[in-house]
C-alpha cells in the first residue's frame, strides 16, 4: 500500500512545524516493544508464506504431472483422445498432441527439442531420414503394420496373372522398394540379391509380369480403368477407390523380414531411449481401447506388433546401412 503524501510513518516520531515555537514540547520517540516486533515479524512470515501457497496452487504451479509432447498426423483420430486419458489415469502424464500436417517435419522437430517422441512413421522412414539428416533418432516402441495389398479385379490370385501382365506399383522411393518386395513374395519378379527396402525398378532380375512404376495416387485408377492387370495400392487410396478385401489377392506378411521395415514406430532422441515414462508410453498403445479406436480409423488394416526396442534399433541399423548403400 502506498503511504499518503505528508503523513508521517507509523512507529516513526512526527516532526516539528517550522512554524512552531522552538521551545514546542517535541514528542519523545516511539518505542516498540521487543515482544511485539517479534509477533508481527512472525505473522508476516505466515502471511506471506500463505500467500506464495494460494498463488502456486491457483496456478496450477502445485502440480507434479509429467507433460509429454508427442509429434503426429492425425492427431483428430479419436484413438489419440483414449490414448491421453489413460496416460493420465494410468501413468499420471500429461500428453500434449502436436499435429503435422507434413511428414518431414515430425522428426527434425523432435531433433530439436521441440517435441520429446513422435509416432507417425514406420522404421524404414526414419532409416532414410537418419542417412540423410546425419540423425541419431531411435525407436522405443512398435504399434502396427499396415500391409500393401497387390488387387486385381478380374483375378483372384498372383498365379492366376497371366505372363506379361501389367502391374501396377507406386513410384516413389519408399514404396516403390515395398510394391516390389510384395511382388516377389507373390513370385511375379526375382530381385538383386534379395531385395531390400530401398530396391528400385532397376533392380528387377527375372519378371513374369511387366512392372508400371506409377504416382501412388493412380494405381488405383490405372487398375480400375483396365488399364493394368493388377496393382499395388496403398490404404488411403483403396478406400477412396472403394477397393475391399475381397479384391485383394496377395499382400505382404506382416511377421515376415521383409516386412520388418515397415514396422510404425513411437520415436525418442537417442538420449531418450531408455526412458521408463516413454516407453510405458509407446506400450500404452496396445491398450485394447486404444487398438479398438486405431482399428475403427484404418478400416480394421492394422496389425498390431509388439516388438522389444532392441530389436526394433537393431532393425533400424539394418535398413540404415541399406539406406547409405543405396545412396552410393
Given at each position: 500500500?502506498?503511504?499518503?503524501?505528508?503523513?508521517?510513518?507509523?512507529?516513526?516520531?512526527?516532526?516539528?512545524?517550522?512554524?512552531?515555537p522552538?521551545?514546542?514540547?517535541?514528542?519523545?520517540?516511539?518505542?516498540?516493544?521487543?515482544?511485539?516486533?517479534t509477533?508481527?515479524?512472525?505473522?508476516?512470515v505466515?502471511?506471506?508464506?500463505?500467500?506464495?501457497?494460494?498463488?502456486?496452487?491457483?496456478?496450477?504451479?502445485?502440480?507434479?504431472?509429467?507433460?509429454v509432447?508427442?509429434?503426429?498426423?492425425?492427431?483428430?483420430?479419436?484413438?489419440?483422445?483414449?490414448?491421453?486419458?489413460?496416460?493420465?489415469?494410468?501413468?499420471?502424464?500429461?500428453?500434449?498432441?502436436?499435429?503435422?500436417?507434413?511428414?518431414?517435419q515430425?522428426?527434425?522437430?523432435?531433433?530439436?527439442?521441440?517435441?520429446?517422441?513422435?509416432?507417425f512413421?514406420?522404421?524404414?522412414?526414419?532409416?532414410?531420414?537418419?542417412?540423410?539428416?546425419?540423425?541419431?533418432?531411435?525407436?522405443?516402441g512398435?504399434t502396427?503394420?499396415?500391409?500393401?495389398?497387390l488387387?486385381?479385379?478380374?483375378?483372384?490370385?498372383?498365379?492366376?496373372?497371366?505372363?506379361?501382365?501389367?502391374?501396377?506399383?507406386?513410384?516413389?522411393?519408399?514404396?516403390?522398394?515395398r510394391?516390389?518386395?510384395?511382388?516377389?513374395a507373390?513370385?511375379?519378379?526375382?530381385l538383386?540379391?534379395?531385395?531390400?527396402a530401398?530396391?528400385?525398378?532397376?533392380?528387377?532380375?527375372?519378371?513374369?509380369?511387366?512392372v508400371?512404376?506409377?504416382?501412388?495416387?493412380?494405381?488405383?485408377?490405372?487398375?480400375?480403368s483396365?488399364?493394368?492387370?493388377?496393382?499395388?495400392?496403398?490404404?488411403?487410396?483403396?478406400?477412396?477407390?472403394?477397393?475391399?478385401?475381397?479384391?485383394?489377392?496377395?499382400?505382404?506378411?506382416p511377421?515376415?523380414?521383409?516386412?520388418?521395415?515397415?514396422?510404425?514406430?513411437f520415436?525418442?532422441?537417442?538420449?531418450?531411449?531408455?526412458?521408463?515414462?516413454?516407453?510405458k508410453?509407446?506400450?500404452?498403445?496396445?491398450?485394447?481401447?486404444?487398438?479398438?479406436?486405431?482399428?475403427?480409423?484404418?478400416?480394421?488394416?492394422?496389425?498390431?506388433?509388439?516388438?522389444?526396442?532392441?530389436?526394433?534399433r537393431?532393425?533400424?541399423?539394418?535398413?540404415?546401412?541399406?539406406?547409405?548403400?543405396?545412396?552410393?
Open positions: 500500500m502506498s503511504e499518503t503524501p505528508g503523513t508521517p510513518i507509523s512507529g516513526e516520531p512526527s516532526q516539528p512545524s517550522p512554524n512552531e522552538s521551545n514546542a514540547p517535541q514528542l519523545p520517540p516511539a518505542r516498540w516493544n521487543r515482544r511485539r516486533i509477533w508481527v515479524a512472525s505473522a508476516a505466515v502471511v506471506v508464506a500463505g500467500l506464495i501457497v494460494g498463488l502456486v496452487l491457483s496456478s496450477g504451479g502445485g502440480s507434479d504431472k509429467k507433460t509432447s508427442i509429434g503426429v498426423t492425425d492427431a483428430s483420430e479419436p484413438y489419440w483422445k483414449t490414448f491421453s486419458a489413460l496416460a493420465e489415469k494410468k501413468l499420471d502424464v500429461k500428453v500434449k498432441l502436436v499435429n503435422f500436417n507434413d511428414y518431414s515430425p522428426n527434425p522437430a523432435l531433433k530439436e527439442k521441440q517435441l520429446d517422441l513422435n509416432e512413421q514406420h522404421i524404414q522412414y526414419l532409416a532414410n531420414y537418419n542417412v540423410t539428416a546425419h540423425d541419431d533418432l531411435q525407436p522405443i512398435a502396427a503394420v499396415y500391409p500393401l495389398p488387387y486385381a479385379l478380374k483375378y483372384s490370385s498372383p498365379a492366376q496373372l497371366p505372363a506379361g501382365a501389367k502391374v501396377a506399383i507406386p513410384n516413389d522411393a519408399i514404396n516403390e522398394a510394391g516390389l518386395l510384395v511382388l516377389q507373390a513370385k511375379l519378379l526375382t538383386k540379391d534379395g531385395g531390400s530401398f530396391s528400385s525398378t532397376a533392380d528387377i532380375l527375372t519378371h513374369k509380369v511387366d508400371t512404376a506409377l504416382d501412388a495416387s493412380q494405381t488405383a485408377g490405372a487398375l480400375q483396365g488399364s493394368v492387370a493388377a496393382a499395388i495400392v496403398n490404404n488411403n487410396y483403396a478406400t477412396s477407390a472403394k477397393l475391399t478385401q475381397s479384391h485383394v489377392v496377395f499382400q505382404d506378411d511377421a515376415s523380414a521383409s516386412a520388418a521395415p515397415y514396422v510404425n514406430i520415436t525418442a532422441r537417442a538420449a531418450d531411449q531408455d526412458n521408463p515414462t516413454y516407453l508410453l509407446a506400450a500404452l498403445y496396445h491398450d485394447p481401447s486404444v487398438e479398438k479406436g486405431v482399428q475403427e480409423a484404418n478400416g480394421g488394416t492394422a496389425v498390431f506388433r509388439t516388438v522389444p526396442a532392441a530389436q526394433l537393431t532393425e533400424l541399423a539394418t535398413v540404415q546401412k541399406q539406406a547409405e548403400a543405396a545412396k552410393k
